[in-house]
Protein backbone atom coordinates (compact mmCIF):
# COMPACT_ATOMS: atom_id res chain seq x y z
CA UNK A 1 0.00 0.00 0.00
CA UNK A 2 2.93 2.27 0.63
CA UNK A 3 3.61 2.47 -3.17
CA UNK A 4 0.73 2.76 -4.30
CA UNK A 5 -0.18 5.57 -1.84
CA UNK A 6 3.32 7.71 -3.08
CA UNK A 7 1.89 8.43 -6.69
CA UNK A 8 -1.53 8.64 -5.85
CA UNK A 9 -1.24 11.51 -3.72
CA UNK A 10 -4.14 11.14 -0.89
CA UNK A 11 -6.90 10.58 -3.49
CA UNK A 12 -8.81 6.86 -3.12
CA UNK A 13 -7.93 4.61 -5.79
CA UNK A 14 -8.48 0.94 -6.54
CA UNK A 15 -6.71 -0.46 -9.88
CA UNK A 16 -8.30 -3.79 -10.67
CA UNK A 17 -7.12 -6.83 -12.02
CA UNK A 18 -7.65 -7.45 -15.74
CA UNK A 19 -9.53 -10.22 -13.76
CA UNK A 20 -11.44 -8.81 -11.95
CA UNK A 21 -10.79 -11.11 -9.15
CA UNK A 22 -7.85 -9.05 -7.23
CA UNK A 23 -7.74 -5.45 -6.73
CA UNK A 24 -5.13 -2.67 -5.38
CA UNK A 25 -6.15 0.14 -3.05
CA UNK A 26 -4.55 2.52 -1.55
CA UNK A 27 -4.60 3.96 2.34
CA UNK A 28 -7.54 6.42 1.53
CA UNK A 29 -9.75 4.15 -0.57
CA UNK A 30 -9.10 2.17 2.60
CA UNK A 31 -10.08 4.35 5.14
CA UNK A 32 -13.33 5.43 3.13
CA UNK A 33 -14.52 1.74 3.26
CA UNK A 34 -13.61 1.27 6.73
CA UNK A 35 -10.90 -1.52 6.49
CA UNK A 36 -8.41 -1.72 9.57
CA UNK A 37 -6.25 -4.78 9.99
CA UNK A 38 -8.89 -6.17 12.39
CA UNK A 39 -11.58 -6.41 9.77
CA UNK A 40 -12.09 -9.97 9.26
CA UNK A 41 -12.09 -11.63 5.63
CA UNK A 42 -15.65 -11.48 4.08
CA UNK A 43 -17.03 -14.70 3.25
CA UNK A 44 -15.70 -15.20 -0.37
CA UNK A 45 -12.50 -13.15 -0.15
CA UNK A 46 -9.61 -12.15 1.13
CA UNK A 47 -8.02 -9.01 3.08
CA UNK A 48 -4.37 -9.61 2.28
CA UNK A 49 -2.14 -8.66 4.87
CA UNK A 50 1.50 -8.52 5.88
CA UNK A 51 3.07 -10.63 8.22
CA UNK A 52 2.95 -8.22 10.66
CA UNK A 53 -1.00 -7.75 10.61
CA UNK A 54 -1.16 -4.64 8.24
CA UNK A 55 -3.19 -4.43 5.38
CA UNK A 56 -1.04 -4.50 2.08
CA UNK A 57 -3.94 -2.86 0.00
CA UNK A 58 -4.59 -6.17 -2.11
CA UNK A 59 -8.18 -7.31 -2.03
CA UNK A 60 -9.32 -11.08 -3.67
CA UNK A 61 -12.86 -11.65 -5.06
CA UNK A 62 -15.92 -10.58 -2.50
CA UNK A 63 -13.10 -8.40 -1.13
CA UNK A 64 -13.09 -6.18 -3.62
CA UNK A 65 -16.96 -5.52 -2.86
CA UNK A 66 -15.99 -3.53 0.62
CA UNK A 67 -14.15 -1.06 -1.51
CA UNK A 68 -16.53 -0.78 -4.61
CA UNK A 69 -19.29 -0.23 -1.89
CA UNK A 70 -18.36 3.18 -1.41
CA UNK A 71 -17.84 4.19 -4.86
CA UNK A 72 -20.43 6.04 -6.88
CA UNK A 73 -22.34 3.77 -9.30
CA UNK A 74 -22.37 5.04 -13.15
CA UNK A 75 -26.14 6.23 -14.25
CA UNK A 76 -28.43 4.40 -15.67
CA UNK A 77 -27.65 7.49 -18.58
CA UNK A 78 -23.95 6.59 -18.14
CA UNK A 79 -25.05 2.76 -18.98
CA UNK A 80 -27.16 3.12 -21.95
CA UNK A 81 -24.17 5.09 -23.52
CA UNK A 82 -21.96 2.40 -22.95
CA UNK A 83 -24.49 -0.06 -23.76
CA UNK A 84 -24.04 1.98 -27.67
CA UNK A 85 -20.30 2.35 -27.46
CA UNK A 86 -19.80 -1.39 -26.82
CA UNK A 87 -22.44 -2.41 -29.26
CA UNK A 88 -20.79 -0.39 -32.13
CA UNK A 89 -17.43 -2.42 -30.81
CA UNK A 90 -18.77 -5.41 -30.84
CA UNK A 91 -20.44 -5.42 -34.23
CA UNK A 92 -16.75 -4.03 -35.47
CA UNK A 93 -15.48 -7.28 -34.67
CA UNK A 94 -18.03 -9.39 -36.14
CA UNK A 95 -19.75 -10.15 -33.16
CA UNK A 96 -23.54 -10.68 -33.89
CA UNK A 97 -24.50 -12.14 -30.44
CA UNK A 98 -23.88 -11.81 -26.95
CA UNK A 99 -24.29 -13.32 -23.66
CA UNK A 100 -24.19 -10.42 -21.27
CA UNK A 101 -23.06 -12.10 -18.18
CA UNK A 102 -24.19 -9.68 -15.80
CA UNK A 103 -21.99 -8.26 -12.79
CA UNK A 104 -20.10 -10.38 -10.26
CA UNK A 105 -23.29 -10.64 -7.07
CA UNK A 106 -19.97 -11.23 -5.18
CA UNK A 107 -18.42 -7.84 -6.12
CA UNK A 108 -21.64 -5.72 -6.62
CA UNK A 109 -24.70 -7.52 -5.35
CA UNK A 110 -27.49 -9.25 -7.30
CA UNK A 111 -29.74 -5.89 -7.79
CA UNK A 112 -27.10 -4.73 -9.87
CA UNK A 113 -27.69 -6.61 -13.03
CA UNK A 114 -30.98 -6.65 -12.39
CA UNK A 115 -30.37 -2.33 -12.93
CA UNK A 116 -28.65 -3.24 -15.72
CA UNK A 117 -31.68 -5.64 -17.37
CA UNK A 118 -34.48 -3.25 -16.26
CA UNK A 119 -32.68 0.15 -16.71
CA UNK A 120 -30.62 -0.40 -19.59
CA UNK A 121 -31.42 -3.93 -21.82
CA UNK A 122 -34.98 -3.34 -21.38
CA UNK A 123 -35.75 -0.12 -22.13
CA UNK A 124 -33.19 -0.72 -25.32
CA UNK A 125 -35.10 -3.85 -26.56
CA UNK A 126 -38.40 -2.17 -26.14
CA UNK A 127 -37.34 1.27 -28.39
CA UNK A 128 -36.04 -0.99 -30.95
CA UNK A 129 -32.39 0.21 -29.99
CA UNK A 130 -30.92 -3.02 -29.96
CA UNK A 131 -28.63 -3.50 -32.98
CA UNK A 132 -27.27 -7.45 -31.91
CA UNK A 133 -28.76 -9.87 -29.94
CA UNK A 134 -28.12 -9.84 -26.29
CA UNK A 135 -29.00 -12.99 -23.86
CA UNK A 136 -29.26 -11.45 -20.14
CA UNK A 137 -27.74 -14.08 -17.88
CA UNK A 138 -29.13 -12.80 -14.52
CA UNK A 139 -27.80 -14.25 -11.20
CA UNK A 140 -28.23 -17.62 -9.81
CA UNK A 141 -29.16 -16.10 -6.13
CA UNK A 142 -32.26 -14.42 -7.52
CA UNK A 143 -33.84 -17.35 -9.29
CA UNK A 144 -37.71 -16.97 -7.97
CA UNK A 145 -37.73 -13.40 -9.06
CA UNK A 146 -36.16 -14.77 -12.91
CA UNK A 147 -38.90 -17.49 -12.60
CA UNK A 148 -41.81 -14.89 -11.85
CA UNK A 149 -40.23 -12.78 -14.94
CA UNK A 150 -40.48 -16.00 -17.48
CA UNK A 151 -44.06 -16.06 -16.29
CA UNK A 152 -44.78 -13.14 -16.98
CA UNK A 153 -43.25 -12.23 -20.06
CA UNK A 154 -41.89 -15.44 -21.24
CA UNK A 155 -38.30 -16.35 -22.40
CA UNK A 156 -37.49 -13.72 -24.85
CA UNK A 157 -38.45 -9.88 -25.83
CA UNK A 158 -41.19 -10.29 -28.70
CA UNK A 159 -38.57 -7.95 -31.23
CA UNK A 160 -36.51 -11.12 -31.22
CA UNK A 161 -33.25 -9.04 -29.56
CA UNK A 162 -33.41 -9.79 -26.30
CA UNK A 163 -33.78 -12.97 -24.21
CA UNK A 164 -33.08 -14.33 -20.88
CA UNK A 165 -33.17 -17.25 -18.58
CA UNK A 166 -29.92 -18.30 -17.95
CA UNK A 167 -28.82 -18.11 -14.29
CA UNK A 168 -24.93 -17.11 -13.76
CA UNK A 169 -22.90 -17.56 -10.55
CA UNK A 170 -19.52 -18.85 -9.60
CA UNK A 171 -17.88 -21.16 -7.41
CA UNK A 172 -14.04 -20.24 -7.28
CA UNK A 173 -11.79 -16.96 -8.37
CA UNK A 174 -8.80 -17.17 -11.15
CA UNK A 175 -5.77 -18.20 -11.71
CA UNK A 176 -3.23 -14.94 -11.99
CA UNK A 177 -5.11 -14.03 -8.44
CA UNK A 178 -4.57 -17.83 -7.15
CA UNK A 179 -7.74 -17.92 -6.08
CA UNK A 180 -9.09 -20.32 -8.21
CA UNK A 181 -10.00 -23.61 -6.29
CA UNK A 182 -7.43 -26.00 -6.99
CA UNK A 183 -7.29 -29.86 -5.20
CA UNK A 184 -3.89 -29.56 -4.52
CA UNK A 185 -1.45 -25.82 -3.14
CA UNK A 186 -0.50 -23.79 -5.74
CA UNK A 187 3.37 -24.39 -6.93
CA UNK A 188 4.34 -21.10 -5.50
CA UNK A 189 1.89 -19.78 -2.80
CA UNK A 190 0.68 -21.99 0.22
CA UNK A 191 -2.85 -22.06 -0.81
CA UNK A 192 -5.22 -24.10 -2.68
CA UNK A 193 -7.76 -21.36 -3.78
CA UNK A 194 -11.07 -20.06 -2.40
CA UNK A 195 -14.60 -20.33 -2.68
CA UNK A 196 -16.28 -16.88 -3.96
CA UNK A 197 -19.70 -18.78 -2.78
CA UNK A 198 -21.86 -20.30 -0.31
CA UNK A 199 -21.46 -23.51 -2.23
CA UNK A 200 -24.48 -25.33 0.23
CA UNK A 201 -26.49 -22.94 -1.21
CA UNK A 202 -24.77 -23.05 -4.52
CA UNK A 203 -25.94 -26.69 -4.92
CA UNK A 204 -29.31 -25.95 -3.55
CA UNK A 205 -29.90 -23.14 -6.22
CA UNK A 206 -28.70 -25.06 -9.19
CA UNK A 207 -31.40 -28.47 -8.38
CA UNK A 208 -33.89 -25.75 -8.19
CA UNK A 209 -33.47 -23.80 -11.39
CA UNK A 210 -32.92 -27.18 -12.58
CA UNK A 211 -36.19 -28.31 -11.32
CA UNK A 212 -38.00 -25.08 -13.01
CA UNK A 213 -36.43 -25.51 -16.42
CA UNK A 214 -33.96 -23.01 -16.36
CA UNK A 215 -30.48 -22.43 -17.59
CA UNK A 216 -27.42 -22.57 -14.75
CA UNK A 217 -24.10 -20.97 -15.88
CA UNK A 218 -21.04 -21.39 -13.39
CA UNK A 219 -17.98 -19.95 -13.22
CA UNK A 220 -15.06 -22.78 -12.59
CA UNK A 221 -11.80 -22.38 -13.19
CA UNK A 222 -9.80 -24.61 -10.42
CA UNK A 223 -9.92 -28.52 -11.01
CA UNK A 224 -11.66 -28.73 -7.77
CA UNK A 225 -13.98 -25.90 -9.06
CA UNK A 226 -15.17 -28.15 -12.05
CA UNK A 227 -14.83 -31.36 -10.19
CA UNK A 228 -17.62 -30.08 -7.16
CA UNK A 229 -19.74 -28.79 -9.42
CA UNK A 230 -20.45 -31.09 -11.33
CA UNK A 231 -21.19 -33.51 -8.81
CA UNK A 232 -23.78 -30.62 -8.15
CA UNK A 233 -25.17 -31.14 -12.22
CA UNK A 234 -25.33 -34.76 -11.44
CA UNK A 235 -27.17 -34.31 -8.21
CA UNK A 236 -29.69 -32.20 -10.07
CA UNK A 237 -30.09 -34.74 -13.08
CA UNK A 238 -30.64 -37.63 -10.43
CA UNK A 239 -33.55 -35.82 -8.25
CA UNK A 240 -35.35 -34.18 -10.89
CA UNK A 241 -34.71 -36.77 -13.98
CA UNK A 242 -32.61 -36.27 -17.63
CA UNK A 243 -33.29 -32.28 -18.85
CA UNK A 244 -35.72 -32.13 -21.58
CA UNK A 245 -33.67 -32.08 -24.68
CA UNK A 246 -35.46 -29.14 -25.83
CA UNK A 247 -33.81 -26.85 -22.81
CA UNK A 248 -30.25 -25.24 -23.26
CA UNK A 249 -27.90 -27.53 -21.38
CA UNK A 250 -26.30 -26.46 -17.93
CA UNK A 251 -22.79 -24.56 -18.68
CA UNK A 252 -19.70 -24.51 -16.92
CA UNK A 253 -17.56 -21.58 -17.95
CA UNK A 254 -14.17 -21.98 -18.65
CA UNK A 255 -13.53 -24.86 -17.05
CA UNK A 256 -9.54 -23.83 -17.46
CA UNK A 257 -8.12 -26.87 -15.65
CA UNK A 258 -9.22 -30.11 -14.80
CA UNK A 259 -7.80 -33.36 -12.44
CA UNK A 260 -7.70 -35.97 -15.26
CA UNK A 261 -9.96 -37.91 -17.62
CA UNK A 262 -12.37 -39.17 -14.88
CA UNK A 263 -13.11 -35.14 -14.84
CA UNK A 264 -14.00 -35.36 -18.87
CA UNK A 265 -15.96 -38.31 -18.21
CA UNK A 266 -18.35 -36.87 -15.21
CA UNK A 267 -18.93 -34.00 -17.71
CA UNK A 268 -19.92 -36.08 -20.66
CA UNK A 269 -22.34 -38.11 -17.85
CA UNK A 270 -23.95 -34.63 -16.46
CA UNK A 271 -24.40 -33.57 -19.88
CA UNK A 272 -23.24 -30.42 -19.48
CA UNK A 273 -21.94 -27.81 -21.99
CA UNK A 274 -18.72 -26.76 -21.25
CA UNK A 275 -17.54 -22.53 -22.75
CA UNK A 276 -13.84 -22.11 -23.11
CA UNK A 277 -11.97 -18.92 -23.90
CA UNK A 278 -8.99 -19.45 -25.89
CA UNK A 279 -7.94 -16.22 -25.29
CA UNK A 280 -7.54 -16.54 -21.49
CA UNK A 281 -4.90 -19.00 -22.83
CA UNK A 282 -2.79 -16.30 -24.36
CA UNK A 283 -2.71 -14.43 -20.96
CA UNK A 284 -2.53 -17.06 -18.46
CA UNK A 285 0.63 -19.22 -20.25
CA UNK A 286 3.55 -17.51 -19.03
CA UNK A 287 1.70 -17.76 -15.17
CA UNK A 288 0.33 -21.38 -15.39
CA UNK A 289 3.68 -23.60 -14.87
CA UNK A 290 4.90 -21.14 -12.21
CA UNK A 291 1.56 -21.95 -10.53
CA UNK A 292 0.70 -25.55 -11.24
CA UNK A 293 3.89 -27.27 -11.98
CA UNK A 294 4.54 -28.89 -15.19
CA UNK A 295 2.34 -32.03 -14.25
CA UNK A 296 -0.97 -29.63 -13.90
CA UNK A 297 0.65 -27.76 -17.12
CA UNK A 298 -0.26 -30.55 -19.31
CA UNK A 299 -2.31 -29.80 -22.14
CA UNK A 300 -4.55 -32.80 -21.14
CA UNK A 301 -5.07 -30.54 -17.93
CA UNK A 302 -5.03 -26.82 -18.78
CA UNK A 303 -7.00 -25.54 -21.27
CA UNK A 304 -7.67 -28.98 -22.74
CA UNK A 305 -10.22 -28.60 -25.45
CA UNK A 306 -8.85 -31.31 -27.33
CA UNK A 307 -9.97 -33.83 -24.75
CA UNK A 308 -13.16 -32.20 -24.38
CA UNK A 309 -13.84 -32.45 -27.84
CA UNK A 310 -12.50 -36.15 -28.09
CA UNK A 311 -14.92 -37.14 -25.68
CA UNK A 312 -17.77 -35.83 -27.45
CA UNK A 313 -18.76 -33.15 -24.48
CA UNK A 314 -20.27 -29.92 -26.51
CA UNK A 315 -17.54 -26.72 -26.46
CA UNK A 316 -18.70 -23.19 -27.32
CA UNK A 317 -16.15 -20.36 -26.89
CA UNK A 318 -16.45 -16.79 -25.83
CA UNK A 319 -14.44 -14.35 -25.10
CA UNK A 320 -14.90 -13.05 -21.47
CA UNK A 321 -14.62 -9.81 -22.86
CA UNK A 322 -13.41 -7.12 -21.23
CA UNK A 323 -11.50 -9.35 -19.32
CA UNK A 324 -9.60 -10.34 -22.73
CA UNK A 325 -10.65 -8.92 -26.35
CA UNK A 326 -13.81 -9.65 -28.05
CA UNK A 327 -12.30 -10.91 -31.26
CA UNK A 328 -13.32 -14.12 -32.42
CA UNK A 329 -10.57 -14.64 -34.77
CA UNK A 330 -7.83 -13.79 -32.57
CA UNK A 331 -10.17 -16.50 -30.27
CA UNK A 332 -10.06 -19.64 -32.79
CA UNK A 333 -6.08 -18.68 -33.62
CA UNK A 334 -5.57 -19.19 -29.83
CA UNK A 335 -8.03 -22.03 -29.95
CA UNK A 336 -6.40 -24.30 -32.68
CA UNK A 337 -2.33 -23.20 -32.00
CA UNK A 338 -2.46 -22.32 -28.33
CA UNK A 339 -0.37 -19.12 -28.93
CA UNK A 340 -0.63 -15.51 -30.30
CA UNK A 341 -1.07 -14.30 -34.07
CA UNK A 342 2.71 -13.34 -34.86
CA UNK A 343 4.31 -15.61 -32.20
CA UNK A 344 7.13 -17.53 -33.46
CA UNK A 345 6.36 -21.65 -33.62
CA UNK A 346 5.49 -24.60 -35.72
CA UNK A 347 2.67 -24.34 -38.49
CA UNK A 348 1.18 -27.55 -36.78
CA UNK A 349 -1.39 -27.41 -34.09
CA UNK A 350 0.36 -28.31 -30.90
CA UNK A 351 -1.41 -31.28 -29.06
CA UNK A 352 -4.35 -29.58 -26.63
CA UNK A 353 -5.34 -27.31 -29.46
CA UNK A 354 -8.49 -27.37 -31.61
CA UNK A 355 -8.72 -28.24 -35.49
CA UNK A 356 -9.47 -25.23 -37.26
CA UNK A 357 -12.81 -26.21 -38.36
CA UNK A 358 -13.73 -27.13 -34.39
CA UNK A 359 -12.64 -23.71 -33.57
CA UNK A 360 -14.94 -22.22 -36.28
CA UNK A 361 -17.91 -24.24 -35.11
CA UNK A 362 -17.19 -23.08 -31.31
CA UNK A 363 -17.48 -19.60 -32.26
CA UNK A 364 -20.38 -20.13 -34.00
CA UNK A 365 -22.68 -23.39 -34.62
CA UNK A 366 -22.23 -24.58 -31.81
CA UNK A 367 -22.83 -21.25 -29.85
CA UNK A 368 -25.43 -20.52 -31.36
CA UNK A 369 -27.36 -24.11 -30.85
CA UNK A 370 -26.84 -24.27 -27.30
CA UNK A 371 -26.65 -20.58 -25.67
CA UNK A 372 -29.92 -18.91 -26.37
CA UNK A 373 -33.13 -19.60 -24.97
CA UNK A 374 -36.48 -18.27 -26.17
CA UNK A 375 -36.93 -17.61 -29.72
CA UNK A 376 -33.47 -17.60 -31.43
CA UNK A 377 -33.02 -21.36 -29.68
CA UNK A 378 -31.54 -23.48 -32.39
CA UNK A 379 -31.47 -21.15 -35.43
CA UNK A 380 -28.37 -19.31 -34.77
CA UNK A 381 -24.23 -19.57 -35.71
CA UNK A 382 -25.84 -20.92 -39.40
CA UNK A 383 -25.82 -19.86 -42.58
CA UNK A 384 -29.13 -21.81 -43.61
CA UNK A 385 -32.74 -21.88 -44.28
CA UNK A 386 -34.64 -21.00 -41.38
CA UNK A 387 -31.69 -19.24 -39.71
CA UNK A 388 -31.90 -15.85 -38.42
CA UNK A 389 -29.82 -13.84 -40.84
CA UNK A 390 -27.10 -13.18 -38.43
CA UNK A 391 -23.34 -13.02 -40.60
CA UNK A 392 -19.96 -11.64 -41.30
CA UNK A 393 -18.19 -10.65 -44.52
CA UNK A 394 -14.68 -11.31 -43.79
CA UNK A 395 -11.64 -10.53 -45.83
CA UNK A 396 -10.30 -13.67 -46.88
CA UNK A 397 -10.93 -17.61 -45.39
CA UNK A 398 -10.07 -17.97 -41.91
CA UNK A 399 -9.83 -21.87 -42.21
CA UNK A 400 -6.72 -21.76 -44.55
CA UNK A 401 -4.70 -21.29 -41.07
CA UNK A 402 -1.66 -20.14 -39.69
CA UNK A 403 -0.22 -16.82 -40.78
CA UNK A 404 -2.91 -16.06 -43.51
CA UNK A 405 -5.47 -15.44 -40.46
CA UNK A 406 -3.25 -12.54 -39.60
CA UNK A 407 -4.73 -10.48 -42.48
CA UNK A 408 -7.91 -11.75 -41.99
CA UNK A 409 -10.41 -8.69 -41.56
CA UNK A 410 -14.29 -7.95 -40.45
CA UNK A 411 -15.71 -6.01 -43.57
CA UNK A 412 -19.49 -6.38 -42.98
CA UNK A 413 -21.79 -7.69 -40.15
CA UNK A 414 -24.96 -8.45 -40.66
CA UNK A 415 -27.73 -8.86 -37.98
CA UNK A 416 -31.29 -9.92 -39.30
CA UNK A 417 -30.40 -9.31 -43.07
CA UNK A 418 -29.25 -5.96 -41.65
CA UNK A 419 -25.77 -4.42 -42.14
CA UNK A 420 -24.88 -3.29 -38.89
CA UNK A 421 -21.02 -2.73 -39.53
CA UNK A 422 -19.19 -1.57 -43.00
CA UNK A 423 -15.68 -1.35 -42.87
CA UNK A 424 -15.72 0.98 -45.83
CA UNK A 425 -18.35 3.54 -43.91
CA UNK A 426 -21.12 2.50 -46.55
CA UNK A 427 -24.73 1.03 -44.44
CA UNK A 428 -24.39 0.40 -41.19
CA UNK A 429 -23.39 1.91 -37.78
Sequence with gaps: VSWIDQITMGRPVLLVRYDLHCALVNSEALRLAGLTPETPDPPGGVIERDADGSLTGLLKDSAISLVNAVIPAPTDEENRDALDRATEYLLAQGVTAVHDMGRADFLEGPDAAWRDFENVLLPAANEGRLKMRVHSALPLSTRVKVKGLVEALGWSHPGGFLTWGTLKAFADGSLGSRTAKMQEPYADVPSTGIWVTNMTKLREDI????????????????????????????????????????????????????????????????????????????????????????????????????????????????SDWPVVEANALLSMYAGVYRRAIGDTGSHEAPSGGMTLEQALQAHTSRAGSEWFAGGSSGRSGRLAAGFLADFVVLSDNPLKGHDSMAGVRVLQTFVGGQCVFNASGGNGM
Design 207 to 318: IAADANGMQVAVHAIGDEAVDELLTYFSAARSENGPRDASLPRHRIEHAQHISGSETVSNMLAAGVQVVTNPLHLLDDRWIIPHCLGSERSAPTRAFPQESFIKAGISIACG
